[in-house]
Every structure is written in C-alpha cells, then in structure tokens.
C-alpha cells in the first residue's frame, strides 16, 4: 500500500521533473487505477476495501496535478521552496494596476455581453499565459543543476503569481 | 465551506463600493493583491486635512467573497477615524468580526494592507 508521505512523482513513478512524458503518465494511471480500483476489492476484508479507496483517491489527485502544467509547475514549486523564504507577492504596482483595470473592463464587458471584447481579451490572455508557460521549463531545468538557486526560484514565483492572476480573468470570461 | 452570516451580508450589500478621484487633494488610494489566489483590492480614503479625520472611504474588490467582505468593513471601519486610528486596525478584528475560518485570513491582511497603503499614499500626497 502506499504511504501517506510519499509524493505525487513517487507515487506514480516518475521522475522530479517539471518535463515529463504525457504518455508515460497516462498509462502509468491507466495501470494503477486498475490495481487499486475499489472494485476489484469486492470480496476483500473490509480493511484492504478502505486502503484501495484511500489509494485510488490519493493516486486521482497526483494524477490531476501533473497532467495539467501549470498546476504542475505550482506543485514541483511547493516540493522545491520547502525551508525556502521568498518573497511571496514579488509583483510590481502597475501590474497589480493593469490586473485591476482589466478587470473592470471585464465588468464592462461582462454586462454589455460584448462577445467580440470578450473574445479578444480571451485570446491576449491565453498568449500571455502561454508565454508565462513558456518559461517554465528552462527555470525548472536550472533549478536540477543548482536547486538552492534563490534566484530562479524567485522568478519562477513571479512568473506563477502573474499566471493566476491572467487565470482568474480567464476564469471569469469562461464561466459566463 | 461555509461563508459566516456577516461575510454574506457585506457580500450581498458591499457597503462603499466605488471609487473616489484619486487626483483629488486629500485623497490616499491604496492597491493590493493576493498573489496566492489572484485577488486585487483597491480602497481608498477622503481625510480632512484640518483634524486627520476620515470622512470617506470607497472599496472595489475582485476576489471571492471574503476579500469583498473584509474590504466592505474595512471601509465601514475607518470612515470616522483619525488616520492615526485607522492605522491600527488589525486584521486579526476582520477575522474576528467576521468569524473567518483559517484559509481566509490572507483577505484580512489585504484588507489590512490596504487600509495601510491608503493611508500612505495620502501621506506623501499631502506632503509632496
């Protein structure tokens, strides 16, 4: 069975890397949901049925986590920052200033429902996002060479407040 | 998770939503974020220049319910106040009035923040 402290990587057999084989990862999820789905579990003692449960839920959120990258990326940082102090909200006053206003023209937008602005802001923050995204795994790679590398892991910080901030306009564009 | 009675009603009825011309004389605008959950709070304040006094105070969140409802008091809070006052309020009595439950006291301290950052703008506008 597995245990409690092991991480989302371990748990599935790969490597600590931001760069992993999406293949790979599908079918190592594909073979353990198998193993340890509760189903198979039917005539087991009731102890070994709360183990499977306890796996498969444990093996669905390691899943989630590393096929998405950004969610990813988030996740190999909170591994990497461990006993590590950076500065947490590391963003410059216009960028909180642009946020803001963006997100009153969303206001605006959102109550004129102005399907082509939305559209177009849709589309300048995915490629912004994707830029930010684009990032990622060249710091990542650094870090494997010198992990006490404070300095990439600021910007790394950096580049993942200012994704969640273009992800919660995103979010509020395509919940509409 | 469920949201306390008072954070639904500042919620519901944001009290001071808007915004006050931050080119005016004797206005202070402060704006902060969350970079953990991507909120950004704006609040601004109105003093009397003669005693310090507060006389507005406006608030425009975009965050989740608790970041609004802690933003909403934080106004209610400071209109009245001596700057000096203002300045004191700790988000610990955010958390308290408004029974927040651990994983939102980060919208208290932007509130608290913000309250501070307003407060500071309106300082070094006024001198300068």
């Given at each position: 069975?597995?245990?409690?402290?092991?991480?989302?990587?371990?748990?599935?057999?790969?490597?600590?890397?931001?760069?992993?084989?999406?293949?790979?990862?599908?079918?190592?999820?594909?073979?353990?949901?198998?193993?340890?789905?509760?189903?198979?579990?039917?005539?087991?003692?009731?102890?070994?049925?709360?183990?499977?449960?306890?796996?498969?839920?444990?093996?669905?959120?390691?899943?989630?986590?590393?096929?998405?990258?950004?969610?990813?990326?988030?996740?190999?940082?909170?591994?990497?920052?461990?006993?590590?102090?950076?500065?947490?909200?590391?963003?410059?006053?216009?960028?909180?200033?642009?946020?803001?206003?963006?997100q009153e023209s969303l206001d605006e937008m959102l109550e004129s429902c102005d399907q082509s602005a939305l559209c177009k802001m849709n589309e300048d923050l995915l490629k912004r996002s994707n830029l930010i995204q684009s990032n990622f795994a060249s710091l990542f790679k650094k870090l494997e060479t010198s992990p006490e590398n404070t300095e990439t892991l600021q910007q790394l910080q950096k580049h993942?407040?200012?994704?969640?901030?273009?992800?919660?306009?995103?979010?509020?564009?395509?919940?509409? | 998770?469920?949201?306390?009675?008072?954070?639904?009603?500042?919620?519901?009825?944001?009290?001071?939503?808007?915004?006050?011309?931050?080119?005016?004389?004797?206005?202070?605008?402060?704006?902060?974020?969350?970079?953990?959950?991507?909120?950004?709070?704006?609040?601004?304040?109105?003093?009397?220049?003669?005693?310090?006094?507060?006389?507005?105070?406006?608030?425009?969140?975009?965050?989740?319910?608790?970041?609004?409802?802690?933003?909403?008091?934080?106004?209610?809070?400071?209109?009245?106040?001596?700057?000096?006052?203002?300045?004191?309020?700790?988000?610990?009595?955010?958390?308290?009035?408004?029974?927040?439950?651990?994983?939102?006291?980060?919208?208290?301290?932007?509130?608290?923040?913000?309250?501070?950052?307003?407060?500071?703008?309106?300082?070094?506008?006024?001198?300068?």
């Open positions: 069975m597995i245990s409690d402290d092991i991480d989302h990587f371990e748990l599935m057999g790969l490597p600590q890397s931001f760069e992993i084989d999406s293949e790979k990862l599908e079918d190592l999820y594909q073979n353990l949901s198998l193993e340890m789905h509760p189903d198979f579990y039917g005539t087991s003692t009731k102890e070994k049925k709360i183990l499977s449960e306890k796996s498969s839920v444990m093996l669905n959120a390691a899943y989630s986590t590393l096929r998405e990258p950004v969610s990813r990326a988030r996740y190999l940082m909170s591994i990497l920052t461990r006993g590590v102090s950076l500065k947490k909200d590391d963003l410059p006053e216009d960028f909180l200033q642009e946020m803001f206003s963006l993942l407040n200012t994704e969640r901030y273009l992800r919660r306009l995103l979010d509020r564009i395509n919940s509409k | 998770m469920a949201y306390s009675d008072k954070v639904i009603d500042h919620y519901k009825d944001p009290r001071n939503v808007g915004s006050l011309d931050k080119n005016e004389k004797n206005t202070g605008t402060g704006l902060v974020g969350a970079p953990e959950c991507g909120d950004v709070m704006k609040l601004q304040i109105q003093v009397n220049p003669d005693n310090n006094q507060i006389v507005d105070a406006k608030f425009k969140t975009f965050g989740c319910g608790s970041a609004i409802a802690s933003s909403s008091l934080a106004t209610e809070w400071v209109k009245g106040k001596s700057i000096d006052e203002a300045m004191s309020i700790k988000n610990t009595e955010i958390v308290e009035e408004l029974s927040l439950p651990p994983v939102k006291i980060h919208c208290s301290v932007l509130a608290e923040d913000a309250i501070k950052a307003a407060i500071s703008d309106y300082k070094k506008r006024s001198e300068g």
